[in-house]
């Protein structure tokens, strides 16, 4: 050290003292990176995050110019602007610090053309509107379930997809469709076939099409809940499902391949609907006589249902009471059609497939009690076996004669009873009564001959031991014909 040195020294060591120790190191796991230079024993302080020199560990640096809320600068941590962070950069059309779509921007910081969607939104009652052929994004959260409202027109259809933001078909989508009442009424999932959208579509959903007027609900949620970070619903509605689309059976009773809404005449009677008094059942003058089909079950009844009040049989709950309503023995009693027993009009009944669901005839509480009479004509007296399935019991009378109970409960099974019979030749009035006592409530009957074949082909009346005119017959002159009228 030479003399000047030395003289420094001696006026400054107060101040050199003071900032050695400030820089002494400290001791722990917070204790600044130190270094020390061994010939002056001066301390040195190590790089750090702001000093305006990119270290090792730093992605940028730029001193007092670092921010986290200015664009494309280096952000408070020495790392770069990212999607992401919250700040919209030069490369980014948009940044909301989240994973979501369907809220304006997209994951990868993009800003979102088409509508999002408005949380809460995962119940029809809160589905956020979408215009169809415009379409909107969204996206779900785990768990999280997407509703959207749409407008269509009466007798319009109704097609929704749901893919990728680009197109694309992501397989972990669900669709759900929500009719008027908010009941769900079809679904779709992405994924069944490879590279498949979920799609409901009018051509393969038949309640995706001949919609009444009104806004529908579609719901979409990642398959299991899953989350899926952004999708695009895609939305296409029509005014007529009468162009191109097959109808619902239900929608074409006389199956000419229209639907009501497209047909001049729904039952297909030569009556036209404008004047028909029955347009959805044929009763007019090209109704074909009522025979048997090929599998021979009974379609065509007089039923009173819903009857309630009177005591179960001897046997038990489901056992069909002793009491008689039809007259003054339900073996002998031959009813008309508007007659009440036990209250219930006796009315018309027609089931394509012979298996009649009486809870379709009445919602009344059990126990309950129905009863069905119809006439059956054989061309010859005729040994045979009358195959019933009821729920829950049942007896039967054939021209008087009881053939056969069963009190036991349970649900419908085809051809579960055989009846020994005797047809005289001309006509059989059958009568059977059925006792619900809880749940289902059903019946379905037809002949087989002594070699089990179906006796199909036996004309039917339920009004009466003589061919049945169904041309448009309104005996209580209310406008509606006997053939749908509750109360002829």
């Known amino acids: ?40 024993d001066t301390v040195l302080v190590g790089p750090s995050c702001g000093d305006g020199v990119v270290d090792d560990g730093e992605a940028c640096d730029d001193g007092e110019a670092n921010s986290d809320t200015a664009p494309d600068a280096c952000r408070t941590t020495c790392t770069l602007p ?23 921007c997209s994951p990868g910081c993009v800003a979102e053309s088409l509508p999002g969607e408005v949380e809460p939104n995962d119940i029809p009652a809160t589905a956020s509107p979408v215009t169809a052929g415009v379409g909107a994004m969204g996206g779900l959260s785990e768990l999280d379930i997407d509703c959207w409202a749409v407008e269509v027109e009466d007798n319009g259809w109704l097609d929704v997809r749901a893919t990728g933001p680009d197109g694309t078909c992501p397989p972990d989508l669900v669709i759900r469709l929500y009719d008027l ?41 990642g398959l299991l809940r899953s989350a899926v970070p952004v999708y695009r619903l895609v939305v296409e509605t029509g005014d007529d499902s009468c ?41 007019g003058p090209a109704t074909p006589i009522a025979r048997t089909p090929t599998n021979g079950f009974i379609q065509d009844w007089m039923i009173a249902a819903g009857i309630r009040g009177d005591a179960v049989g001897s046997d038990g709950a489901c056992d069909p009471s002793d009491v008689s309503r039809l007259g003054t023995d339900d073996a002998t009693a031959v009813p008309s059609l508007g007659e009440s027993p036990g209250g219930v009009p ?41 195959y019933v399935g009821a729920d829950d019991g049942v007896v039967g009378w054939v021209e008087g004669v009881r053939v056969g109970e069963d009190e036991v409960c349970k649900g419908v099974t085809i051809d579960h009873l055989s009846w020994p019979v005797t047809l005289k030749s001309g006509w059989n009035r059958v009568t059977i009564k059925v006792r619900d006592h809880g749940g289902g409530w059903g019946l379905v009957a037809r002949f087989k001959d002594l070699s089990g074949n179906n006796l199909d082909g036996l004309e039917v009346s339920p009004t009466g031991p003589a061919r049945w005119n169904r041309n448009q017959a309104d005996r209580d002159g209310d406008g509606l014909g006997d053939a749908c009228d509750p109360e002829p």
């Not at 006026?11 to 002056?40: N, Y």
């Not at 490369?91 to 369907?102: F, P």
């Open 1 to 40: 050290m030479n003399a000047w040195t030395a003289r420094w020294l001696a006026r400054t060591s107060p101040l050199w003292l003071t900032l050695a120790l400030s820089c002494k190191p400290k001791d722990g796991p917070d204790a600044q990176d130190t270094d020390t230079d061994e010939d002056t």
């Open 82 to 104: 990212t999607c992401g962070d919250g700040v919209t950069d030069a490369e980014e059309g948009c940044d909301d610090q989240n994973e979501l779509g369907g809220d304006g």
């Open 181 to 221: 009442d908010d009941d769900e009424v079809a679904m779709a999932r992405g994924g069944d076939e490879e590279g498949a959208c979920a799609h409901l579509n009018p051509s393969e959903t038949e309640d995706a099409a001949y919609l009444d007027g009104g806004v529908y609900t579609v719901c979409v949620e």
């Open 243 to 283: 162009l191109g689309f097959d109808p619902p059976p239900e929608d074409d009773p006389d199956g000419d391949g229209l639907a009501n809404a497209c047909d001049a005449d729904d039952d297909d009677d030569g009556v036209p609907d404008t004047t028909d008094k029955c347009p959805l059942v044929s009763d």
């Open 346 to 386: 006796l009315r018309l009944w027609h089931e394509e497939d012979g298996n009649i669901a009486f809870a379709d005839l009445s919602n009344a509480a059990s126990p309950r009690e129905v009863y069905a009479v119809t006439w059956v004509k054989a061309d010859a007296q005729t040994e045979a076996n009358l």
